[in-house]
């Protein structure tokens, strides 16, 4: 069984930073393209960013350019979030996702999400 | 960026009825990569649907999905009381990958 479990997840003020994690079981991890989509109360989905299976290559939403940085170990079957500068539209419970590739495919399996909070 | 709109927002229905849920892109979704989720309070979005029409493992016949170009649909050809949730669209064909606003189907 697929499992993707996400962690890290808190409460921050603006402009502070925070480190998601997701741990992946039950699959061969270092095959797949991997993402972390985030939802904000109440509100629809958003992809946030995406890493190919060998990190080559790394997409980026424009919202979170230059502040999010995305990253995997394989050794670990885990995806890593760092989060910089954070405002308070960061707020939104972040899921990690898999894919086949990193763009160009469904989200075929989901975590249960993390919630992350900025406010002061 | 493509911009997905779904309609109708809400939809109320009675368990057993027929549900059509739309999509339409404001441009051409690329090689049909267009795909389905639900999405149940409290719950992880789940995948139901991919390619436009390929349905996910183990998502029930009575999930379909058809169209192409800039126009997609989600039928649920006899509603089940489980199926009560909301429901989003998600074109993965140009980057960024976007979804729409989602549509809500509730019992009446």
């Known amino acids: 069984e697929v499992q993707l479990v996400e962690s890290g997840g808190g409460l921050v003020k603006p402009g502070g930073s925070l480190g998601l994690s997701c741990v992946a079981s039950?699959?061969?991890?270092?095959?797949?393209?991997m993402s972390w989509v985030r939802q904000a109360p109440g509100e629809g989905l958003e992809w946030v960013s995406s890493?190919?299976?060998?990190?080559?290559?790394?997409y980026y939403a424009d919202s979170v350019k230059g502040r999010f940085t995305i990253s995997r170990d394989n050794t670990k079957n885990s995806i890593y979030l760092q989060m910089n500068s954070l405002r308070a539209e960061d707020t939104a419970v972040y899921y990690c996702?898999?894919?086949?590739?990193?763009?160009?495919?469904?989200?075929?399996?989901w975590g249960q999400g993390t919630l992350v909070a900025v406010s002061s | 960026e493509s911009v997905l709109t779904q309609s109708p927002g809400i939809l109320s229905l009675s368990p057993g009825e027929r549900a059509t849920l739309s999509c339409t892109a404001s441009?051409?979704?690329?090689?049909?990569?267009l795909a389905w989720y639900q999405q149940k309070p409290g719950q992880a979005p789940r995948l139901l649907i991919y390619?436009?029409?390929s349905r996910a493992t183990d998502i029930p016949d009575r999930f379909s999905g058809s169209g192409s170009g800039t126009d997609f649909t989600l039928t649920i050809s006899r509603l089940d009381p489980e199926d009560f949730a909301v429901y989003y669209c998600?074109?993965?064909?140009?980057?960024?990958?976007?979804f729409g606003q989602g549509t809500k189907v509730e019992i009446k």
């Open positions: 998600h074109q993965y064909g140009t980057s960024p990958g976007t």
């Open positions: 390619g436009a029409s």
């Open positions: 441009r051409s979704v690329s090689s049909g990569y």
């Open positions: 996702v898999r894919s086949d590739t990193a763009q160009r495919a469904p989200f075929d399996s």
């Open positions: 039950g699959f061969t991890f270092s095959n797949y393209g």
């Open positions: 890493i190919t299976y060998n990190s080559r290559y790394i």
